[in-house]
């Protein structure tokens, strides 16, 4: 029996959610003792939702189109996640505010990956290439990813795990891109992994 239970996780994705993926493979190859409870998409086109259900693992589509709009669609995720039994939601490549009853529901209990080290390059509008045209910009040395606690504000959650890469003189904002994207389901694995062997303990579910 093991000594802790298996984490019960549910996926919020808009497109190919290539950290949901990793997950999942990590499940079904015995390296992360998860269940896939649930994903939900916004977007009903988006790869995640065949590569979810591929792996066997249920999915919806819940978005302001479908529910009547982005309050019924907070509501109806939430609702959705608890009814699945979900007690740990990742976020892969969501591209939608995670509503007030979702976080208040799951306080302390959604994980993000952003593409830089957090604190620095985080907030409003610091999303996807932006990141890291703001990163070569700066003319850092480094760049990285943030595995990071959701909270009602941009990337201002308690911070899990981070990797850091060098940056070369001559790489472009595609160039940091394309390595910081290498990195991050890697790293959302193993923070997940910590998660499950008690070795990395959430805080307090009131952030």
Same mark, same amino acid.
């Given at each position: ?8 996780? @549910? $996926? ?29 998409? !916004? !977007?009903? %086109? ?13 999915? #919806?589509? /819940? !978005? ?9 669609? *907070? #509501? ?12 740990? /939601? ?5 591209? #939608? &505010? ?9 306080? +302390? ?12 390059? +985080? @907030? ?5 290439? #932006? ?12 760049? +990285?990813? =943030?595995?990071?606690?959701? *909270? ?5 959650? &308690? ?6 890469? &060098?940056? %070369?003189?001559? %790489?472009?904002?595609? %160039? ?11 790293? $959302?694995?193993? =923070? ?5 062997? @008690? ?9």
């Amino acid at each position: 029996m093991p000594a802790h239970p298996k984490l019960k996780l @549910g $996926f919020l994705a808009s497109h190919g959610g290539s950290s949901m993926r990793a997950i999942l493979a990590a499940i079904r190859a015995g390296e992360l003792d998860a269940e896939a409870r649930l994903m939900v998409t !916004n !977007n009903p %086109d988006s790869p995640a939702m065949a590569a979810a259900k591929a792996a066997g693992a249920p999915a #919806r589509c /819940i !978005n302001a189109a479908s529910e009547g709009g982005a309050e019924a669609a *907070d #509501r109806a995720i939430a609702e959705a996640m608890a009814q699945a039994g979900v007690e740990l /939601i990742v976020l892969s490549g969501y591209l #939608r &505010p995670v509503g007030p009853v979702t976080l208040a529901r799951y306080a +302390g209990r959604i994980l993000n990956v952003h593409p830089a080290l957090l604190p620095q390059y +985080g @907030g409003r509008g610091l999303y996807g290439r #932006r990141v890291h045209e703001a990163v070569h910009a700066a003319g850092d040395a480094v760049s +990285g990813a =943030t595995i990071h606690l959701v *909270d009602a504000d941009y990337d201002t959650g &308690p911070i899990l795990a981070q990797q850091e890469i &060098p940056i %070369d003189p001559a %790489d472009s904002p595609q %160039d940091i891109e394309q390595k910081v994207m290498a990195l991050e389901p890697g790293l $959302f694995v193993r =923070t997940l992994q910590r998660i499950a062997a @008690g070795d990395l303990v959430l805080p307090d579910r009131h952030l």
